[in-house]
Structure formats: C-alpha cells, structure tokens
C-alpha cells in the first residue's frame, strides 16, 4: 500500500510541470506593486491610480511564452554558452553581439539585457506620446523583464539544474523560497534613481545574477547530501492536487545558507524597475502625468481580454525553460 501511494505521487510528479514561471506569479506581481512605491512625488500618484493593472499583468510575458514563440527569448540569457568569461567578454550592446554571434544565435540563447534597454526606449517614447496604453503595459512588462533579469538561474544554460542533476531547482530558488520567507524580507529599498546608460545598467543586473549562481548551486547540492529523500522534500495540496514541494525545514536550511540572497535579488528589482520607469520618464521631458488620459481604450480593454481568453482557453503545456 505504502509503495502504492509512492508510485502516484512519483506519478504525480512527473505530470506537474518541471517548473512554473520566472519568479512565480507572486513574486513578480509583488516586485511590480512594491516598485510604485519608491516613485518621486511627480510619478507616484500616475503609478498609484493604475497599481492593479501593473500588479495583476505582471507575469502577462510569462503567460504569452506559450502562446508566442519569439517570446521565451526576452527572459533569460544562457551566458555560459558563450564560454567561461562570458559575462565580461560579451558585447554590452545589441549591433556588436550581433555582428560577432548573429541574430539566430542570441535568440536562441537568450536576449534579456537587449530587451530591457529596447522596452527602456519604448516606454519613453510611449511618455512623449501621452500614449497610456502603452505606458502602462510598457511599464508593467519592463518589471517582468527586470525581475527575470535578477534570477541567477535565468542567466545560465543549466537554468533548471538539470545538468547537475538539481532539477526543480529553479522554482525552488525563484518561487518556493518567496513564498515561503519573503513576508520577512525588507522591502523599503529607496527611491527611483536615474539611470544613466540604460543598457549597461541592464547588464549589471545579469552580472549581480550571474555571480549569484555559483551558490545557488552549490548550497543545494551541499544541502541534498545532508537530508534524506523524505526530508527533502513534502507533499501539498494545491489546486486539489497533491504536489511534491522542497520542505519546509530544507527550504529553511537551504535559505540560511544563501544568507539574504533571493531578498537581495527581489529588491534589486525593485528598485531596478521604478528607475527604468523613472528614466524613461525624464528623457521623456518629464511630462505632467497628470494631464494624460485616465482610462485605457476600449482597444486595448479588448486585447486584454483576448489574451486572457487565449490563455485560459491555450494548451499551456509545461515547456522546459530556456529551451525554444
Ligand atoms: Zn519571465
């Protein structure tokens, strides 16, 4: 009996997806939320008016990753495909990288630094146009960007541990620990700041990430020859199904161990994200927000709805990240 239940919930296992999304839905919504707050005077009341809709659309490019191919690219990039010193060899902007590894090639391996400084360009043009659709879903994706920039897994090949036989290690980090500690981080991370070379700033966020990797790695594999199989891990209701999850006391360990690293990361994104959108306002010309349309247009009201549909309505298949 006892090797029965063993079996459906190993069964059930296998049927879960490998892992969910960049940062789960929690975290990203919470990096979005909490980024309003460390707007200037001149912003804060524009972030604050439309709070739910950049909170609620937070993990929107996660969702589209399905339904979109040219998508999974903008989440991640695999710097270690590009050898051992990639983080500083690399070309820090778009034209070069291109000229020395051609455009297939970074799509394949990942273009997160280039869509941050792209979505940089795009917010500002959406100020000088008083356009708030766009700023707004601007905004809101930047964050997501942002955030997945910060996750020391979205930055190698090896993004879900499965070369190093740590496989769900990637929603462990990402989803499991802030769910399971981050009501005890310290979110007050200071106000926006101007950014001055956007894309550079870009890829100091993939480096802080990069050179967190190391440890993430290591501590769980340290940590996995400490505790038993059973210890490891538990089994949890969710959603009416029976999910095997990373203990609690190993979650627990594990976080000790990565002393303060996934809070560091999550207010590094925070305060990453109010600066781009802070940016993109001054080289906007630092318009008076509150002159700007109030409410979406019922175009985008419905391209809204329809990706919602298409969403609910969508095989989201569980995809293995990083792979296109
Ligand atoms: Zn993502």
Not at 250 to 267: I, T
Not at 294 to 304: D, G, I, N
């Amino acid at each position: 009996m006892v090797r029965r239940t063993q079996l459906i919930l190993l069964l059930l296992t296998l049927l879960l997806p490998i892992h969910g999304y960049a940062w789960g839905f929690f975290a990203h919504q919470r990096i979005n939320r909490l980024a309003v707050f460390t707007l200037p005077p001149e912003m804060i009341g524009f972030y604050k008016k439309h709070i739910r809709y950049i909170t609620e659309n937070a993990v929107n490019p996660d969702r589209r990753r399905y339904a979109v191919e040219w998508e999974a690219a903008r989440h991640y990039i695999d710097l270690d495909i590009y050898g051992d010193s990639a983080l500083y060899k690399m070309p820090r902007f778009w034209p070069e990288a291109v000229a020395l590894y051609s455009e297939d090639t970074l799509q394949a391996y990942g273009i997160v630094p280039w869509h941050i400084s792209l979505m940089k360009f795009q917010l500002t043009q959406a100020f000088k146009e008083r356009d708030l659709d766009r700023i707004l879903r601007l905004s809101t994706e930047m964050g997501h960007y942002v955030a997945d920039a910060c996750v020391p897994l979205h930055t190698t090949q090896n993004y879900n541990g499965q070369l190093t036989g740590q496989r769900g290690i990637h929603a462990f980090w990402e989803t499991r620990l802030p769910e399971l500690f981050s009501s005890e981080y310290d979110f007050f991370v200071g106000q926006a700041l101007y950014i001055e070379q956007p894309q550079l700033r870009a890829w100091d966020l993939v480096a802080s990430a990069h050179t967190a990797l190391d440890s993430v790695l290591y501590f769980e594999k340290e940590l996995t020859q400490e505790f038993d199989e059973e210890k490891k891990y538990s089994y949890e209701v969710r959603n009416n199904l029976t999910t095997r999850v990373y203990s609690r006391a190993f979650s627990e360990a594990y976080s000790r161990k990565l002393s303060g690293q996934v809070e560091r990361q999550m207010r590094l994104a925070i305060q990453a994200t109010a600066s781009y959108w802070y940016t993109a306002w001054v080289d906007a010309g630092q318009p008076d927000l509150r002159t700007f349309p109030k409410a979406l247009t019922a175009q985008e009201q419905q391209r809204l709805e329809m990706e919602k549909k298409e969403y609910e309505a969508g095989q989201h298949k569980p995809r293995e990240e990083g792979n296109p």
